[in-house]
């Protein structure tokens, strides 16, 4: 992005470098410098409802792989060269994980929206709120709000690759009393799928509290301390993988 | 109270369909939405165990059955491609279908592969 002459002379040297070398560390150093790039191209895909941070961690692999591919003898900047292969990380990040069925954009907005409505509504009613309840708070139709809830789920319904990724796993951490670290350490997870036993903690500790422990998604949320739809999202998610996993291990 | 029928084609992007409809018929049972989740996840477990991931030839018709205060929900399938054996459940199927409906039984028969759930308002 916005490097001066003598910022630019130096990281063409260290681009010849690396691409001689191949220094792990240089690699590093590289992708440190050019971060700013990949922050920038993920910022333009923060429309589509998905978090910032996830687009940048796309974003990254994008640059990751520029920094390995650029040749610094063709003569191209690096930025003219990477701008494209990252871009092309977060569409296809957006074909193979987005909203497998075209979600318009009022309603993946009201499905953002709709996440804090039921926190609100929730706390208020001390239980889970009825569709009308919320369609009323949030001055919508009923049948708005189950698309929108509909959404939730075709959202990245379709993501049949294994890694959820240990997003946010440190602040998990620190969210979660003795108790919830002792279930998620139990072999209990692993009794009836093995499958199970390879997800993020987070995914892993929401699906024994709502299928082994019957806690309902409202109470998980407010367990670990994110909102109902989110725990909605990540149950659809986590089942549909199970499924496309159960499935290739029938095959293999 | 009522009944609705739905007739869509065997192939896991119609799923959404039945999810929804599933969710608007929970609704007018006055379900909260933590149970018109668990509805969504034991229909789609459902129709899973049924048509299975890559689709089938044929339709699939699910059938809900509004009471006042529970809902339940039928579904065969009519499939072009030959054997219609009874769906079989995996063990952690069955551990999730426990979790979030208060019935749930699939079969084989003359009319082709079906499965029944059902589930209670609570309070």
Redesign the interface.
């Known amino acids: 992005m916005a490097f001066d002459n003598k910022e630019r002379d130096e990281l063409r040297h260290r681009f010849h470098e690396y691409a001689k070398t191949r220094d792990p560390a240089l690699r590093d150093e590289l992708i440190t410098a050019h971060m700013g790039l990949a922050e920038y191209l993920a910022r333009r895909f923060t429309n589509r409802g998905e978090p910032l941070d996830d687009l940048v961690q796309v974003a990254s692999l994008g640059l990751l792989k520029a920094v390995d591919r650029f040749d610094p003898e063709r003569g191209l900047e690096f930025s003219t060269y990477a701008t494209p292969t990252i871009v092309g990380e977060l569409k296809r990040h957006f074909r193979d994980k987005g909203w497998a069925v075209r979600v318009p954009r009022r309603v993946q907005e009201l499905h953002l929206r709709l996440g804090a409505v039921v926190s609100v509504l929730s706390q208020e009613h001390g239980r889970s709120p009825t569709i009308g309840e919320i369609a009323q708070a949030a001055a919508v139709s009923e049948e708005e709000v189950l698309e929108a809830i509909e959404a939730g789920h075709a959202y990245r319904f379709t993501s049949l690759d294994a890694p959820t990724g240990n997003d946010d796993e440190g602040a998990l951490s620190a969210q979660l009393g003795e108790e919830d670290q002792g279930l998620i350490d139990s072999e209990h997870r692993v009794t009836l799928s093995p499958l199970i036993a390879e997800f993020p903690r987070r995914e892993r500790l929401i699906l024994h509290l709502r299928f082994f422990e019957g806690l309902t998604q409202s109470e998980i949320a407010t367990r670990l301390g994110i909102s109902q739809m989110h725990v909605s999202r990540l149950l659809a998610r986590s089942l549909a993988q199970l499924r496309a996993r159960a499935e290739g291990d029938e095959s293999s | 109270m009522g009944e609705v029928r739905l007739e869509v084609p065997a192939s896991p992007?119609f799923f959404?369909i039945a999810?929804?409809m599933v969710?608007?018929v929970?609704?007018r049972v006055?379900?909260?939405?933590?149970?018109?989740?668990d509805l969504?996840?034991a229909i789609?477990?459902l129709c899973?165990a049924l048509v299975?991931?890559g689709g089938r030839l044929g339709t699939l018709s699910v059938q809900y059955e509004v009471g006042t205060d529970d809902l339940t929900v039928r579904g065969t399938g009519h499939f072009a491609d030959g054997a219609d054996e009874p769906p079989v459940l995996?063990?952690?199927s069955e551990?999730?279908l426990g979790?979030?409906v208060d019935e749930c039984e699939v079969s084989g028969g003359p009319d082709g592969p079906s499965f029944r759930m059902f589930k209670r308002r609570a309070?």
């Open positions: 992007e959404r999810r929804i969710a608007g929970a609704s006055g379900f909260t939405l933590d149970e018109v989740e969504r996840i789609d477990e899973f299975g991931r995996s063990a952690l551990q999730i979790a979030v309070g």
